[in-house]
């Protein structure tokens, strides 16, 4: 397994949770890293995007403020945070890797294979 997420789970609204993924070397290094979701019957939809360096974030409108995130490149590891949670977040949460930094899903050349998250009350 090349990237593996972690961290979903049930929580109430208004909850908080934290997304980690941990990638390969060969993988972490020099790529931006993304997450994306998908929630039942939908297409998946960008959720953030952080730079190789870390210098550089960018968010979907529907998280901006909510979720931040970000990167230790000494552990090969990127999370996601995410405060004041709705239910309308709810889904399967991907982790991927890309040489570009970008919010296209096609541009990412690397996924992991998804975490639950489930807004609930």
């Known amino acids: 397994v090349q990237l593996q997420a972690s961290g979903g789970g049930l929580v109430q609204p208004g909850g908080s949770l934290r997304l980690s993924c941990v990638a390969s070397?060969?993988?972490?290094?020099?790529?931006?890293m993304g997450w994306f979701r998908q929630a039942p019957g939908k297409e998946r939809d960008f959720v953030a995007t952080?730079?190789?360096?870390?210098?550089?974030?960018y968010y979907a409108d529907s998280v901006k403020g909510r979720f931040t995130i970000s990167r230790d490149n000494a552990k090969y590891t990127v999370f996601l945070q995410m405060n004041n949670l709705k239910p309308e977040d709810t889904a399967v949460y991907y982790c991927?890797?890309?040489?570009?930094?970008?919010?296209?899903?096609?541009?990412?050349?690397?996924w992991g294979q998804g975490t639950q998250v489930t807004v609930s009350s």
């Open positions: 070397g060969s993988i972490f290094s020099s790529n931006a």
């Open positions: 952080i730079s190789w360096t870390g210098g550089s974030t």
């Open positions: 991927a890797a890309t040489t570009l930094f970008h919010f296209r899903e096609d541009v990412y050349d690397y």
